[in-house]
């Protein structure tokens, strides 16, 4: 039987948004907590301590997931994009300025969860319909908007038109 | 019938006084860019060199002795910085200031539990440590000895001889109580044609869960002895008053800091306990102490919406529909400790005759603790239970009567002719019409083809109903009201404050005294002031967030109770107003001319008459601050102006309880259109539709967001959200799990509608809104009794109609009949 | 919201997983985490290793034989099998991992932590014990089949005990399959649900009425004897927040009749 290690913390080494962090991390410490209080990436959030609310969605490897619900020491090697990767020098992003001009947000607090969903919604399918927009963002809850400037909003970033 | 008396004076606001701007214009909003690059920044996201994190140690029991709390082991585990217990605080502070008069007056309620533990969540202790996760660990070996007791779940039960008694001091749950009772009951009685009788109804208790839960990062100056609150508190004002005589220490010794915050809704306003709590451990382990709220302690413990029973009501009708008047006594359960309340108990009243005419009212508000988590302000505060009971009247009497019920609502609606109307207790509803709303939102769901929608449903074998609701969103209070709860109060009217001031390179800078939660106060507050001063809104720089520090702020400054059009926008045109003199008499100085003959526009302050003759912001800014001399010894100009915003109100009459308990009258009609699916109670939204009336919009954009995310907050509560208890005291939605909010695919198709009625009481004609008065959830409940006609009428009677209530009234439509009884005379 | 301090293994293979299961009694498997962090947060357990799955090739792929008989690796997720060619073959599984939760929860959550987390209100127990799945348990001392209905023993407890892991769950073929349920909210926690399929026969799985899943044949596919044969297994479901024992009684029998008939409606 080969024995491997059962370690209580250990040395992680990722990549988030194009920068390399190393950190030792306790094994018991979720993702989310890693980003906001062990890199200072404040941007992503908590919003509840069920899984539910995705104000703590990021992309790992290309894949949409809450970041409450990961350990820091399973992302160990991984790429993570995080809502800090969307504008390019201060520059918003097509989906970033059409969350502003469709009133998509209004306290903020989901809105990276949001943008991370959306994002990777656009990236498989580029000219979701409303449907799809509203399945792709199923696991974002949003307390301020109803969600309906929302959907608006991912329609205009995708270049399709929007009923006003 | 009586008809109302004195109405108070308009303000007449001239048509030269309104320039075409950014009012009216759907603005871009300053605070997004930051907020959709994630670089706004709550609570959470500030951190401190050596700070130590929270955890509270929760009662597991509704209702317990605390024999003993034990917070050695604790103290010794590894990380832990130290705790702090009831005993200690029962010595270091006083208990809170109670609103209400005797038996509520004689409550103790400290920040940590003394003595007693009296709701499940109720914070008993804290352990701080070096990281979270070491203290919720330590958390764990904190022993408290408590001896359980039996656990009041019902607050119709509070006043039985054998309720158990939460609070020994007050003698009883019955914390407060008032009886309202205007124009002529028995006249009315005696009047009428039918009386209906409704023997009980419900208003369901739940809460609009912000996001971001509460939360605050404290530090202490030992030097100076001021604590700063970096906290998403919405109502700061509230929160040092309560705070600093507690902890016996000056309002300046509690600073407040605010940026950006998670949504509040209400449900941030009574976090005062937890800062108290971080306050002495800041100075105790002299380092800052940082304290998250997680959901399910949010859940637990805070701002849950009153719920409110609704007994013994009695309706005076009309043959025709005219209603007359109505008694009832509305059961208030408070929960475990008053924090905001009673104030609920007043508050209601502005809205008492809901959007009717009639004039003849009596309602019993009895107040009661009970073993659940306390209420405070939630989404429509005590307004929202009190319009959905009169729209439960309205619908439940045009059922009766057979009678349509949009048609009792038009023949009982005020009317725009009757505005500014004044209510049967004094309030004066500013302007509105209702019919004409009601009407846009029955065209906007198709009111016309509604048999036809029927019969399809049912060929698809589901029930389809619509259902009206009709709601106000009073804004602006006049805090006299808290005299009708308790004569001994000292709080009357209302204020707000901003700065303006024009700085040396020509900056204009605005504070304000809100702590906004979303509601766009940087944009709209820089559209008025880039109208008044005639610059662009991007010149307008309004600092994010409130921070006490800037004197920005009077005693009642925060972000609440649907008023920031009003009084925070009256606050910061008084300010730029004053500005303007100010820039003018400067630039005449400097022109040569008079005041009157300087126009600003377009970044200049300039003749009327030679454009030529122009000064730039910046000159006038660099003068006052870097180059004066030679400037005229009287001239009274410093280009920093606060104002602060004072609305106009008269103390209320206590004896009579009238008055003007608010300033103005936003008003929503919504339209709901359900499916019911008859083998499973299972229900759909398919149709939506709501019109709204803020009087003048500053930025549509703005109120339409507003309005759709209380649509979305009341549809909830209709359907899925609750705060549930079983009988042992247990919270069984304890997390967003069991207690469902609306999801992407939950939200139903969304037409919206508005007319613009202007305030006649208000510098510019706008309305608070915001709250919006829960009128999806009216809707909602009379879409269901619409639907379940066919299947023996039964009554809606909760407010919450999850698909187990719908079921029940499937399956026994007789047992919610029994509550309504139709007398004849 | 803080998980207790525990340990964390990575194994590389299968022998190296059951190893820490062996040596550390106190172990769980970590899958997709979508259940136990979350149980974990709530301090609901503690275990005080995990043995984390993720990188185990063996545990993964999708296999269609020649019959048309699926072999299904447990850490396969819900998006990858919606997305599988393979799973095709037996559309329903795609289509009810497709109700599940949302797109987050459904790129990590994986079937095998679905019917191994043994929650009455999940989606896959119920339908893999309508469906006649198999499931692979491998120990230490070898594998063995464990026939579905024979997998869940209670709430949150399986057939896979100490030291084991399910390491495969075949699917027979077939297509005549439904599911019906009732969540609160669209795609959210079912109140009650139901498999159905009528290959030969009408086999219905019930979930949310009992600890396990309770599997109940029809006699046909007629409404009406479907739901009397629902009455007739004398359910005594629980009652909780969202619906009484009555009520969830009620609903068996209707999304039980409607399990089956998209079942024949895919005959």
Redesign the interface.
Known sequence: ????????A?TVTVDVNGTTYEREV?????LI?FL??DL????????????????C?VIVDG????S????A??VDGAKIE???A??EEEQ?SPL?QA???H?A????????GM?M?AT?LLRENPRPNDEE???????????????????KAVKAASGQEVAE | MTEPTTVAEPIVVEEAETKRGYAGQSVPRKEDKRLVQGEGVFFDDVKRHNMGYVHFVRSPYAHAKLRSVDVSKALEHPGVLGTLTGDEVALLTDPFFQISSPPGAHLRDFCLAVGKARFVGEPVAAVVATTRETARDASELVEVDYEPLPALTDAREALADDAPLLHDEAGTNLTWEGVYEWGDLDAAFAEADRVVKISELHFDRFNSTPLECNGALVEFNRGTGQWTIITNNQFPGFAAIMMGPAMRVGLDKLRFVTQDIGGGFGNKITSHPQLVACCLLARKLNRPVQWTEWRTDFHLSMSHGNERWFQDTEVAVKEDGTLLGFRTTALDDAGAWLRYEPLGGVIWAQVTPGMYRWRHIRLDFKQVTTNKAPVSPNRGYSRMQHLWFTERVIDIVAQELGLDPVEVRKRNYIRAEDMPYETPNGCVYDSGDYAKMLDLALELVGHGGLEEKRADAESRGKLLGVGIGSTLDSGTNNFGQSRLINPELQFSGNNEVATVKLDIFGEIVVTLGTTPQGQSHETTAAQVVADILGCSVDDVNVRAGHDSYWNSHAGFSGTYASQFAVTGLGAVKGATDMLAVEMKKLASVVLGCTPDDIELAEGFARMRENHEAALPFMALGAIINANNAGLPEDLDVTLNCRYVYRPPFQPPDVERKFGNLTLTYAAQVHVAVVEVDPETGVYEIVDYAAVDDCGKRINPQVVEGQVMGATAQAIGAATHETFTYDEDGNLLTPNFYDYHVPHALDMPPLKTGNIESPSPFTSMGTKGMGEGGGAGIHAVCAALQDALRPRGNPIVYDSSNPYHRVWELLSDPESSRQRVTVESR | MLLSEVGYARPATLEQALGVLADYPGARALAGGQTLINVMKARAAAPDVLVDLAGIPALKGIELGPDGTLELGPMITYTELIGSAEARARPILGEVCAQIADVQVRNKGTIGGNVCSSDPTNHLPPLLVALGAVFTVTGATGERAVPAEEFFLGVYMTAAGPGELLTKITVPAGRSDGFASVPIGVDGTCIVNAAATVNGGVRVALGCVAATPVVVEAPSTDPAAVRAAVREAALEPPSDVHASTDYRRHLAEVVAARAVEQAERGA
């Open positions: 039987m080969a024995e491997i290690p059962v370690v209580t250990e306790e094994a018991r410490r979720l907590h906001r209080d200072d990436l404040t941007g992503s959030h908590v919003g509840c301590d069920t899984g539910n609310c995705g104000a969605s894949i949409l997931v809450k409450c619900m990961l350990l020491v399973q995080t809502v800090e969307l504008a918003l970033q969350f502003s001009d009133h947000l209004q306290c903020g607090y989901c809105t990276p943008l969903s990777a927009i509203a399945r792709a963002i199923q696991g974002n809850i949003c307390r301020c908007t109803g969600y309906w400037n929302i959907f």
